[in-house]
């Protein structure tokens, strides 16, 4: 009798699956690292954004917001996150702890460009070499079009940005970059373009302040990417969800808000050019330590 009662006391103990209650079982949450958004309703689109992946990818989604790419990185290397929009300048300095998803698509390709831009009323400046000793903002030390490549170009004439400007600042978002030469609080900025070209259309008040001094090659566009610990069936299904959007009429609206075309799967060899950028920048600083 006693191995009877303790039978059906282990039964009772044992958790209910959600599918004997005749109900689907819960699939985990999928954590979205996300970076300021540019829109001028933030949180009208990530509250539709959100809406948009729970009802696609059938789970619960938590968008993490945060204000720089090293605060994503670490929580996407910790398994703290799942996936996020990042530049291509941490991807591919994170590879082993990263896995490429989709890559958005801006004109109909997955490319964009650095802007190092003045101030509108600053007519004389022709080239880089002419801002030495003045003020310049940069995004972020981790963001490619608003670091990596004003700082890529510096080191291949032999200088350094801390010692080439009087004095550089982070703003921490492309769009206070912008706005930070448009006051004149910099006399130059390095930008993505494709947020300089997306606030051309809608706040064209706000970047005819400025004027683009010159714009990188086309590289690779900040991809999706997903932490390597995250499940690999959540992983597809972000993929293909994000690869639909274009064909979408609820995809196709949000697409629209952020000026882009769609999303392809991409390839690594997309980013070799930042990838190469970056070795060459990392070299030169390990020289310069060495030499000190």
């Not at 880089?128 to 079009?145: V, W, Y």
Request: aromatic share 12%.
């Amino acid at each position: 009798m006693a191995r009877v009662w303790l039978s059906l006391l282990l039964l009772v103990m044992l958790p209910v699956s959600s599918t004997w209650a005749g109900q689907s079982p819960v699939k985990p949450q999928i954590r979205v690292g996300l970076m300021p958004i540019f829109v001028d309703d933030q949180a009208a689109f990530i509250n539709s954004w959100h809406d948009y992946l729970e009802r696609h990818l059938g789970r619960p989604v938590t968008f993490v917001q945060r204000g720089s790419y090293r605060e994503i990185v670490d929580m996407l290397r910790d398994g703290k996150l799942d996936f996020a929009w990042l530049c291509g300048y941490p991807y591919v300095r994170n590879k082993a702890y990263l896995r490429l998803v989709a890559v958005p698509l801006y004109k109909g390709k997955p490319l964009y460009r650095s802007y190092l831009i003045v101030p509108s009323s600053d007519k004389q400046t022709k080239s880089l070499k002419e801002m030495r000793g003045k003020i310049f903002a940069f995004s972020d030390p981790d963001s490619n079009s608003g670091y990596l490549y004003p700082e890529y170009l510096l080191t291949t004439e032999g200088e350094k940005s801390f010692t080439f400007f009087d004095r550089t600042f982070y703003t921490w978002s492309h769009r206070k970059v912008i706005e930070a030469v448009a006051i004149g609080l910099a006399q130059g900025g390095a930008v993505d373009g494709y947020i300089w070209d997306t606030l051309a259309q809608s706040h064209p008040e706000l970047t005819s302040q400025t004027r683009i001094l010159l714009k990188s090659p086309e590289l690779g566009f900040p991809p999706i990417v997903a932490s390597v610990a995250a499940r690999n069936e959540a992983v597809t299904a972000m993929q293909q969800m994000l690869l639909g959007m274009a064909r979408d009429q609820d995809g196709s609206r949000l697409l629209k808000e952020l000026n882009l075309d769609g999303f392809v799967r991409g390839d690594r060899h997309l980013y070799d050019e930042i990838d190469r950028m970056s070795q060459f920048v990392e070299k030169s600083r390990m020289n310069v330590l060495q030499k000190h």
